[in-house]
């Protein structure tokens, strides 16, 4: 019968189900040589998948198709199982339909085609207004400090990605227009503005880079060693301010990102206008950074769309 894991118990199944299961956890031990927690693993799902669709009067592995696998997910999802652990189930459902249609027990394997629900997205974190100035009162005049400084102000002061502040070049920034050329995701270009504390410590810094540049380096933001600045460095310079300046949570280049779009969505209410800020190519990425939920784009939509007010009087 194979190795079976500790609290596992064999329940009663119908032959059709059994044995081909006593077959496959034969295989993975003698012919794969799976380690034996990968073994339990596979036993325990397949278990309790067997037991699910006898539930469902389902006594024949033959009898199972794509409909039945959806049906296995589903009801993992109604038993409050995590989308990790639907995940890890049907995979190993996959793996032994593999070996069914291997033994030709089976023509094709039905949970080849299903997909396992996604495992949620957390949101990210923003910092309250408090919080960022607290962070940003960084009044140190040595060049690395002031370099710092623009380059927090500059992601919060337009909501710049990590990567593309690093790869800003002198030549992308206009102080007299007051905007930024970016190259964002997928080298698509966009002029974002910046004005205030941001614009002010840009230029700043740009006072000083000279004495830290290398004479042909063309990046905006430089190391210590005149080169452009790594986006491991921007972390590692982030996370210390926070430090530094007595910020309760950790921070890093995201959170100043997170915390520009939802502070302009919060005094704006304009959606459209945050997500061309931010670069996003379609409005549910923004709706996910910035904590909104569809019933209140649905009241936004009823209540400004000419289209949706039909009927009313």
Same mark, same amino acid.
């Given at each position: 019968?194979?190795i079976?894991?500790?609290?596992?118990?064999?329940?009663?199944?119908p032959t059709?189900?059994e044995k081909p299961?006593?077959?496959?956890?034969?295989y993975?031990?003698?012919e794969?040589?799976?380690?034996?927690?990968?073994?339990?693993?596979?036993k325990r799902?397949?278990s309790?998948?067997?037991?699910?669709?006898?539930?469902?009067?389902?006594?024949?592995?033959?009898?199972v198709?794509a409909g039945w696998v959806r049906?296995?997910?589903s009801?993992?999802m109604?038993?409050?199982?995590?989308?990790?652990?639907?995940?890890?189930?049907?995979?190993a459902l996959?793996?032994?339909?593999?070996?069914l249609?291997?033994?030709?027990?089976?023509k094709?394997?039905?949970?080849?085609?299903?997909?396992?629900p996604?495992?949620?997205?957390?949101?990210?974190?923003?910092?309250?207004?408090?919080?960022?100035?607290?962070?940003l009162?960084v009044?140190?005049?040595?060049?690395?400090?002031?370099?710092? !400084? %623009?380059?927090m $102000? *500059?992601?919060?002061? @337009?909501? #710049?990605?990590?990567?593309?502040?690093?790869s800003?070049?002198?030549?992308?920034?206009?102080?007299?227009?007051?905007?930024?050329?970016v190259?964002?995701k997928?080298?698509k270009?966009?002029?974002?503005?910046?004005?205030?504390?941001a614009r002010?410590?840009?230029?700043?810094w740009?006072?000083?880079?000279?004495?830290?540049?290398?004479?042909d380096?063309?990046?905006?933001?430089?190391?210590?060693?005149?080169?452009?600045?790594?986006?491991?460095?921007?972390?590692?310079?982030?996370?210390?301010?926070g430090q530094?300046?007595?910020?309760?949570?950790?921070?890093?280049?995201?959170?100043?990102?997170?915390?520009?779009?939802?502070?302009?969505?919060?005094?704006s209410?304009?959606? !459209? %206008?945050?997500? $061309? *800020?931010l670069?996003? @190519?379609? #409005?549910?990425?923004?709706?996910?950074?910035?904590h909104l939920?569809?019933?209140?784009?649905?009241?936004?939509?009823?209540?400004?769309?000419?289209r949706a007010?039909?009927g009313?009087?």
């Open positions: 019968m194979g079976q894991p500790r609290g596992y118990r064999l329940s009663s199944l059709a189900l299961l006593q077959f496959f956890y034969e993975i031990r003698s794969r040589e799976l380690s034996l927690h990968t073994q339990q693993n596979y799902q397949l309790t998948i067997a037991e699910q669709l006898v539930s469902f009067e389902v006594t024949d592995w033959t009898m198709d049906q296995i997910a009801k993992g109604r038993d409050g199982l995590k989308a990790s652990s639907i995940s890890m189930r049907l995979s996959r793996s032994f339909f593999d070996f249609v291997q033994k030709d027990i089976l094709a394997n039905p949970a080849k085609g299903v997909a396992a996604r495992k949620a997205r957390p949101l990210p974190k923003n910092l309250d207004v408090d919080e960022m100035d607290q962070l009162s009044n140190e005049d040595d060049p690395l400090s002031i370099r710092d !400084r %623009a380059m $102000e *500059l992601m919060y002061g @337009a909501g #710049l990605r990590l990567a593309e502040l690093v800003l070049n002198v030549r992308d920034i206009s102080l007299s227009k007051g905007d930024i050329r190259i964002g997928g080298d270009e966009r002029i974002v503005p910046f004005a205030g504390l002010e410590w840009v230029a700043n740009l006072k000083v880079r000279g004495a830290l540049a290398s004479g380096e063309v990046g905006l933001f430089v190391s210590k060693l005149g080169t452009r600045i790594s986006t491991r460095n921007v972390q590692k310079r982030m996370a210390e301010w530094k300046q007595a910020v309760s949570s950790h921070i890093n280049p995201h959170k100043l990102r997170h915390s520009f779009a939802t502070h302009m969505l919060e005094s209410g304009d959606l !459209r %206008a945050v997500q $061309e *800020l670069g996003h @190519a379609n #409005l549910s990425t923004t709706q996910i950074y910035t939920d569809f019933q209140h784009l649905a009241k936004v939509y009823d209540e400004a769309h000419p007010k039909r009313r009087r």
